[in-house]
Structures are given as structure tokens and as C-alpha cells.
């Protein structure tokens, strides 16, 4: 029996993925990032609909959000999906129950395109992706730089089957 569920964000949930996306940072295989964005920059760059959080014991332990791809009418169903989950909280099956959550959710919004850009060194998040139908389109080689090395970065997408058929 699962403890914990996932829920709707809220403002409040946000000290915690701040403190998960800062592991993400510090294990050097989530993100470019240097920096946890504000809270009012996390909230400007992802999308209004599908931000989901999991939460065990009033923490929460991993998050969800859409990007939008583009500003243009014509992608309004194409999203890029962030996906984060607290490394302490490994083996629960949460990246699972998560995933399939908004992509559900993410249907039922309109979306019929999810797009993740992952480093191929992060094996879990990958096979999470694989796990729903996400299929790696290509390799983006040395597409970003961090810490002086420039780094490859795989772009995988899964299109809905109920959504803009």
C-alpha cells in the first residue's frame, strides 16, 4: 500500500522541488542548470496545466510540469516534460505512477506530443520514458556545455494515441 499520493501543485509544494531539483543539479545528470530558479521563474517557464507534485508525510518527494515547445498556435499540444524525483524516495515506483499521471492528465488537457531532452547518461529516466512509449528520435551531440565539457543530449518523444489523431 502506497503512503504517499500525487496531487495538483500549489505554491507551497515549491520548497521541496526546489530541493529536489537542486539534487538534479548536484548529481550532474538532470540538468544545465547552476542554479534553482525563483520560485517566480519556475513559475513563469512552465505551463499552468499539468504541474503535479507526489507527496508522503506532507514532503513532497517528486514533480511533474509541461514546457510549452512553442508559442505558435499550431503547437499548442506539444509540450517539453520535466520530471523530477527525490533520490531518497528511489524504488517506491513513483517516477511510474507519476509519469503515467500526466501523461493521462496531460491528454485530458489536449496535449498530443510530450518531448523530454535527457542525458544519455541518466539510464533511469530513460527507461522511465521508454516504459510509456517515449522513443529516442536522435542524439544531440555535444549540444550543451557544463563545467567546460560539452555534453550530449538525447531527445525522446511519445505521441498520444487518443490526442490529435
Known amino acids: 500500500m502506497t503512503k504517499w499520493e500525487i496531487r495538483n501543485f500549489q505554491k507551497n509544494n515549491y520548497s521541496d522541488i526546489a530541493r529536489i531539483y537542486q539534487t538534479g543539479i548536484d548529481g550532474k545528470n538532470a540538468t544545465f542548470q547552476k542554479?534553482?530558479?525563483?520560485?517566480?521563474?519556475?513559475?513563469?517557464?512552465?505551463?499552468?496545466?499539468?504541474?503535479?507534485?507526489v507527496?508522503?508525510?506532507?514532503?513532497t518527494i517528486g514533480w511533474a510540469a509541461l514546457?510549452?515547445?512553442?508559442?505558435?498556435?499550431?503547437?499548442?499540444?506539444?509540450?517539453?516534460?520535466?520530471?523530477?524525483?527525490?533520490?531518497t524516495a528511489a524504488?517506491?515506483?513513483?517516477?511510474?505512477?507519476?509519469?503515467?499521471?500526466?501523461?493521462s492528465e496531460s491528454e485530458k488537457a489536449g496535449f498530443w506530443t510530450l518531448q523530454s531532452l535527457i542525458f544519455?547518461?541518466?539510464?533511469?529516466?530513460?527507461?522511465?520514458?521508454?516504459?510509456?512509449?517515449?522513443?529516442?528520435?536522435?542524439?544531440?551531440?555535444?549540444?550543451?556545455?557544463?563545467?567546460?565539457?560539452?555534453?550530449?543530449v538525447a531527445l525522446l518523444e511519445r505521441r498520444s494515441q487518443l490526442v490529435g489523431k
Open 120 to 152: 544519455p547518461e541518466n539510464t533511469a529516466s530513460i527507461a522511465l520514458h521508454k516504459k510509456f512509449g517515449f522513443k529516442t528520435l536522435c542524439i544531440h551531440e555535444k549540444l550543451g556545455e557544463m563545467d567546460g565539457i560539452f555534453r550530449d
Open 67 to 87: 514546457l510549452a515547445f512553442s508559442a505558435m498556435p499550431s503547437y499548442r499540444g506539444v509540450a517539453e516534460l520535466s520530471i523530477y524525483i527525490d533520490p
Open 55 to 59: 507527496v508522503e508525510d506532507s514532503v
Open 91 to 103: 524504488g517506491k515506483g513513483i517516477g511510474t505512477a507519476l509519469m503515467a499521471h500526466m501523461i
Open 35 to 53: 542554479e534553482v530558479p525563483t520560485f517566480a521563474v519556475w513559475d513563469q517557464k512552465y505551463l499552468d496545466a499539468c504541474r503535479f507534485v
